[in-house]
């Protein structure tokens, strides 16, 4: 995606050179755009056809891996890059210029029971769609992956006999995910499936590991909609998004006496403030943690047995 770089480059520039703008906020700038442009890049979309529908994708995708604070930052950024690009009359329209974020909507993510874990793993849905949901589902929940991140995997990043998948997250920067045995099982049965649907709609160059059933990458828009007829299917009233997984995921693992630098790491955070904000102890988790640490709860405990 050359000539997003060339604009980013171009809007860079204006910033320094023009504006006089801090060291300090160019970085900000700098950073924020490139995720931007990656995220074009990841979804297949060029800045020219970037559209109100996929503004709010865009969205979407930031409010369920941010804080409210740094979303607010990065939609500012990438509103000011559009005004430049329009001022510059290299698009047509700033997109963000008339997108209204609700008050109020942020919030950490729900997170599943094991019982609920175990109901949406034990749920089928129909032919090469149900497969693959399911196989999604799973993945997600195993690994911690974020759905940008599982989107872009293609499948000679999988190193099965490691049991896990190289992959770069936010900032470019390279990490594993690690599969459990099921999942690899999983994958198996999966890869057979996605093997017949490229034949039958002649992708068969289609390296993605996630496709749709015309045998293309699955798209970012297309989650939200999977996501949202099983939680109808399952009959579930709370939220249900693809980092309700990632956030169950954490919360389990620190549930199970994970370090949480440990967390941090298969999160893929920078910094250890970001899993703080976003993964917590279950009431459970700690009702547990103080009958092992306190000693009159071991106390009470071994009186009362």
């Known amino acids: 995606m050359g000539r997003e ?32 442009i990656a995220y074009l890049d990841c979804h297949g979309i060029a800045i020219d056809d970037f559209s109100l529908h996929d503004a709010r994708d865009y969205v979407r995708s930031l ?40 008050q109020g909507s942020f919030h950490l993510p729900s997170v599943l029971s094991n019982r609920e874990v175990e109901e949406l793993l034990a749920y089928k849905g129909d032919g ?3 497969v693959r949901n399911h196989f999604l589902f799973l993945f997600l929940y195993n690994t911690g992956a974020r759905i940008s991140e599982a ?4 499948i000679p990043m999988v190193e099965k006999s490691e049991r896990r998948v190289r992959i770069k997250g936010k900032g470019g920067k390279t990490r594993f995910l690690f599969l459990s045995p099921v999942t690899i099982s999983e994958m ?8 017949l649907v490229v034949r ?14 015309r045998g293309n990458r699955l798209p970012f828009s297309s989650v939200h909609v999977i996501f949202t007829k099983v939680k109808e299917s399952l009959g579930w009233q709370k939220e ?14 620190l549930d199970s006496g994970c370090d949480i630098r440990v967390v941090q790491s298969l999160l893929g955070h920078e910094s250890i403030s970001t899993t703080q904000i976003y993964t917590h102890v279950s009431r459970a988790g700690l009702h547990k943690i103080y009958e092992e ?13």
């Open 151 to 154: 989107l872009s995997i293609d």
């Open 200 to 213: 039958e709609k002649g992708c068969p160059d289609e390296k993605a590991l996630f496709i749709s059933s």
């Open 63 to 102: 409010k369920e891996e941010w804080a409210e604070k740094t979303v607010k930052r990065k939609i500012s950024a990438v509103r000011t890059f559009f005004g430049y690009l329009q001022k510059r009359e290299f698009i047509k329209n700033n997109i963000f210029a008339s997108l209204s974020l609700p």
């Open 240 to 253: 249900f998004t693809p980092h309700t997984l990632r956030h169950t995921y954490a919360t389990h693992l």
């Open 293 to 305: 640490c306190h000693p009159h709860a071991r106390g009470e405990k071994e009186n009362y047995e």
């Open 128 to 130: 090469f769609d149900g």
């Open 5 to 36: 770089k060339d604009y980013l480059d171009s809007f860079l520039t204006y910033i320094d050179a023009e504006r006089k703008l801090s060291f300090h906020t160019q970085t900000a700038y700098s950073r924020d755009l490139e995720d931007f």
């Open 188 to 195: 198996e049965h999966y890869l057979k499936e996605r093997e």
